[in-house]
């Protein structure tokens, strides 16, 4: 059995590496956090389908992986914007629905008859992927919007002090939202819905608090980073 110690490394590491991709972004161009928005929808959404335990709560695997989105548009919306910060919401969107479609096919798509028993495995363990991202894609653009405009309805209240009270207060609020009406669409009939959801808001809870940490040496970080004398651009 995975150890907590490892489940805990692992957020860590994704947290500096998907964070890292805004140092990216004020050095070379915005496309970078942009990027892994999108990369980041990809893996959780894929992953989504595997329940496991963290500590005493069940969860899906993507939890953690998608508990990171919140940060990238945080710092999004700190540093460049409410416009860049959904434009990566909506990345993250039209990658997943691509990905969606191509796992409904590849799973409709006879398989080659010396790998016919790859096939069925592949859709036992892929074949739920889609009910997961149709409910992840309807609930991801609720939760992130609501995220993008509480941090600056925070940021305006605050008059743009205390990045650890926007941070936080917008992205716990947005994964409650998210928990709740996710885990009623990809997993009723299938999971107990009221375990899943309070697990997954509390592991996310627990993420989000560790990041802001990383939101602020991030922040620290981007303000001492020049940008590069051609910057990429999303029109390059």
């Known amino acids: 059995m995975i150890n907590i110690i490892v489940v805990l490394l692992w957020i860590v590491i994704t947290l500096a590496v ?31 389908s595997k329940m496991v335990m ?33 434009t990566a919401v909506w990345a993250g969107f039209y990658t997943s629905l691509l990905l969606v479609l191509s796992i409904f096919i590849t799973i409709s798509w006879p398989a080659a008859p010396f790998a016919k028993e790859f096939g069925v495995m592949f859709a036992k363990v892929l074949g739920m992927t889609p009910r997961i991202v149709v409910a992840s894609l309807f609930t991801y653009l609720i939760s992130q919007h609501h995220d993008v405009w ?17 941070n936080n207060a917008s992205t716990i609020v947005s994964q409650l939202i998210d928990s709740v009406i996710f885990s009623f669409l990809a997993f009723y009939g299938v999971f107990p819905v009221v375990p899943v959801i309070i697990g997954a808001w509390v592991v996310k809870v627990i993420i989000a608090i560790v990041d802001t940490p990383f939101m602020y040496g991030i922040i620290w970080l981007m303000d001492r980073v020049k940008p590069a004398r051609r910057k990429l651009s999303l029109d390059d």
């Open 150 to 166: 509480a941090f600056h309805f925070w940021k305006k209240v605050t008059k743009g002090k205390h990045l650890w009270l926007r």
């Open 54 to 86: 963290f500590g005493r709560f069940t969860v899906p695997a993507g939890v953690i992986v998608f508990s990171m989105t919140f940060l990238i548009t945080d710092i999004l919306s700190e540093k460049w914007g409410k416009h860049h910060a959904k």
């Open 18 to 48: 998907s964070s890292f991709a805004a140092v990216l972004g004020k050095r070379y161009s915005v496309v970078y956090p942009i990027a892994i928005m999108a990369s980041l929808m990809v893996i959780a959404n894929v992953i989504a």
